[in-house]
């Protein structure tokens, strides 16, 4: 039987070097911020379960006894292959929506119609029900991206930070304490054509193009071996240094791909002048950036970034890598303005 309230959350996550390269097999590494989405379980006495997400505006709602009819075979835990296609048309069928949808707001609301669905099977996650859970979101991915790595799905189920390469999944057992700034650009962009153009051009130019993709793999495993040095020792301002040089070039790098965009290039430059260092993070083309903090900056001098950041209309959010994955928790244990806007709903 459920609690009365039953809250789950996943933490954000970004790519720190690898995108676009990943999906031609090289190597990306990809961390949880701590930067959560809740979801709240509560009972009511209408017979309905109700979704409503704020941030995008979606209310819907489906009577209890009618999901309660449904053949649920098809969540069934031992089935640990990717969600096949008439799955996720199963659970359009129970959303009510067109077999060709496939926009973020009907996606999130499949995605909460399985949370919903396999919650109410099981409350207690093994790593089994962990990555049936990664395989639903990666489906979501298909839908979305066409050919998607795989990356952030997994960094959000596990949470933490992963090492991805050709489906194999390892995670960075140390990892320093590292702070940064992520910012919404606000630039509305296709990943899957952003991902369908940097082939298309790899293709066209193989000789240049797949020089980028190597060197962006060993822009990845130079930061993984910096990450590990500073995990293992005290962080030296080298450390650092290595890091910044590394976010530059990648970020001149996957200009040269083509997925770089003019708002990426002034939060590049608008860091810049605060002598700090950024770059794109996820498909580009708009989008996200991420900052490194180094630990020596004071209060005032983050803020005097976040304030030049949000005059240019981005979005700023000063946050830390390495969140916890997909967890349950107790309302008690949340942030007084969390359960304040979880209470609002």
Known sequence: MLPDVLLVSAPGKVILHGEHAVVHGKVALAVALNLRTFLQL??????????????????????????????????????????????????KEVADFPEDCADNERLAVL????????????????????ELI???????????HGNPSGVDNAVSTWGGALRYQQGKISSLKRLPALKILLSNTKVPRSTKALVLNVRNRLLKFPKIVAPLL?????????????LEEMATAVPAPEHYLALEELIDMNQHHLNALGV???????????????????KLTGAGGGGCGI??????????EV???????????????????????ISVHTAASLDTPIRQALDGL
């Open 42 to 91: 509560q009972p009511h006495s209408s017979g309905k379960v109700s979704l409503n997400l704020p941030n995008i505006g979606i209310k819907r709602a489906w009577d209890v006894a009618r999901l309660q009819l449904l053949d649920m075979s098809f969540l069934e835990q031992g089935d640990l292959t990717a969600p096949t296609l008439e799955k996720l048309e199963t659970l």
């Open 111 to 130: 995605a909460f119609l399985y949370l919903y669905l396999c919650i109410c099977r099981k409350q207690r996650w093994t790593a089994e029900d962990l």
């Open 134 to 144: 990664n395989n639903w979101a990666f489906q979501g991915e298909k839908v979305i």
């Open 214 to 226: 190597t060197s962006i793999n060993a822009i990845s495993l130079e930061c993984e071996q910096v």
């Open 260 to 278: 770089g965009h003019a708002s990426l290039d002034q939060l590049c430059q608008v860091t810049m002048a605060h002598g700090l260092h950024s």
């Open 291 to 300: 900052t490194l903090l180094r630990p020596d900056l004071t209060g005032p």
């Open 303 to 325: 803020e005097a970034v976040k304030q030049a950041l949000t005059g240019c209309g981005f979005d700023c959010w000063e946050t830390s890598i390495g969140a916890p994955g």
